[in-house]
């Protein structure tokens, strides 16, 4: 079930009204519980079983962390419910990847390899990071393990972040479910605000660039240079727009439902660094990378080798993350790489260029990786980069819709540097702010393109 669909509208003013006209907290959380299932389910109801299992084992896990004081029994169930989460996401995204990879070298061996061609559950990555952190900050003794088994599989399976995030840890989430939330129109009208901006950048202006984006990808060495050009740009605003969209619905429907969740993006192009654009772009991603990956692989307290090693297999096993194909760790790759020579440069150098110039540089670089991630393989990677590096000859494409939409995103990304930012947030106490929830609900109905693209990140 897509959130741009009807179907999702139906499902969703069910719900609202349900747990609304519920005040206890067990009835509302059960309501929860099955709408978040029914929604999984409506995709796929065979891998509704994962869900229950991630749910199941770190429940008990944490609980058995908790209760012991023998570290190597503690260490021991951390590494349990380590092996069944990345297990099972290992098996199912990562396990034909391999394979393949290794086939040549199977072949060359007299070997014969076969893959389980397995289907990658929507949004695995997503649930198990999640579960995999109430585990881990249970076994740091940083959170008391919740005794609600109700209370954890909503946390597992809410339906507003189950598929694409924002990856919301159990502290944040965990101690609102525990409460029933008071009624408050002003958090309600905020939350539509941003469901309906949401579906805006979604279906008006991530949607039309994809129209550009899939053809020249599918083909880039039969368009001249600039048209491969505006076709990466393009794909930097689908991906964000389709990416920001899904989480400005998903944070506005937990808003609408009395939740809030943490922000997953502040304007990423704004950004003068590689760092920077981390700190603005998935930001939950990035905080759970830093918390889990970089931080206890040694982070930044070692030498500076220690250091640039930590980045590296930090984003390299987060461009993994995002998918099984060598595109995505090369993309990993190359942001850990920028990383690294951002850091020595910082710390081997007093020069400093005009902030235009690292802004620049940062999006080109930005830009350059983004090749790689939309790429379905090294060969259309390649070509792009041949027409991006090299004057080249070919279809010349500008549609004036996407030009349209590219100018959209650079004049946003501008107003939030001034104090338009500020009517851009659509209060409900200001005289224009029906007016513009008017015209956003006007331009869906009318403009939107038939039919639906799931979003970018159910993928992963």
Not at 252 to 279: C, D, V
Request: proline share 4%; charged share 15%; net charge positive.
């Amino acid at each position: 079930m897509l959130f741009t669909q009807i179907e999702f509208l139906i499902f969703f003013v069910a719900i609202f009204v349900a747990v609304w006209v519920t005040r206890g907290r067990a009835t509302r959380n059960a309501i929860l519980l099955i709408a978040s299932y029914y929604f999984y389910a409506y995709w796929d109801v065979r891998f509704c079983g994962l869900l229950v299992l991630s749910t199941f084992v770190d429940y008990f896990v944490a609980i058995e962390i908790d209760r012991s004081d023998d570290p190597i029994v503690r260490r021991r169930w951390l590494w349990f419910s380590l092996a069944v989460n990345l297990g099972v996401l290992g098996t199912f995204k990562y396990f034909d990847f391999f394979i393949e990879s290794a086939a040549m070298l199977f072949a060359s061996a007299g070997l014969h390899s076969h893959t389980l061609k397995l289907i990658l559950p929507v949004g695995i990555s997503f649930y198990t990071f999640q579960t995999l952190s109430y585990t881990i900050d249970v076994y740091r003794r940083q959170l008391k393990p919740t005794k609600s088994l109700l209370e954890f599989a909503v946390y597992v399976a809410f339906f507003p972040q189950l598929v694409a995030g924002p990856i919301v840890r159990a502290r944040e989430l965990l101690p609102q479910l525990a409460v029933v939330p008071d009624w408050s129109s002003r958090r309600c009208y905020g939350g539509f605000q941003q469901m309906l901006r949401g579906a805006v950048k979604k279906i008006l202006i991530a949607d039309r660039l994809a129209e550009m984006v899939d053809v020249v990808f599918a083909g880039p060495e039969l368009y001249n240079s600039l048209t491969v050009w505006i076709a990466v740009i393009a794909y930097a605003g689908q991906i964000y727009y389709d990416f920001s969209g899904y989480t400005d619905i998903a944070i506005g429907a937990a808003k609408m439902l009395g939740y809030q969740f943490p922000p997953n993006f502040r304007h990423p192009y704004l950004a003068t660094s590689i760092a920077e654009f981390w700190r603005r772009w998935h930001m939950t991603l990035s905080r759970w990378l830093r918390d889990y990956l970089y931080i206890p692989l040694g982070g930044s307290g070692g030498s500076a080798a220690s250091t640039y090693r930590n980045l590296m297999l930090t984003m390299t096993l987060g461009g993994l993350w995002h998918g099984a194909a060598w595109t995505f760790v090369l993309w990993g790759v190359v942001h850990g790489v920028v990383l690294c020579l951002e850091r020595a440069l910082r710390d081997f150098s007093r020069f400093r260029l005009p902030m235009l110039a690292h802004w620049a540089i940062t999006i080109v670089i930005v830009l350059f990786a983004w090749v790689f991630f939309r790429s379905p393989d090294m060969q259309v990677a390649k070509a792009c980069f041949s027409h991006m590096l090299i004057p080249s000859s070919g279809i010349a494409w500008y549609p004036p819709l996407v030009l349209g939409a590219i100018a959209c995103m650079v004049l946003e990304h501008l107003a939030w540097r001034t104090k338009l930012r500020f009517a851009m947030r659509l209060r409900a106490d200001q005289w224009y702010s029906p007016v513009v929830t008017t015209v956003m609900i006007w331009a869906l109905l009318v403009y939107a393109p038939q039919g639906f693209l799931p979003f970018v990140y159910f993928q992963f």
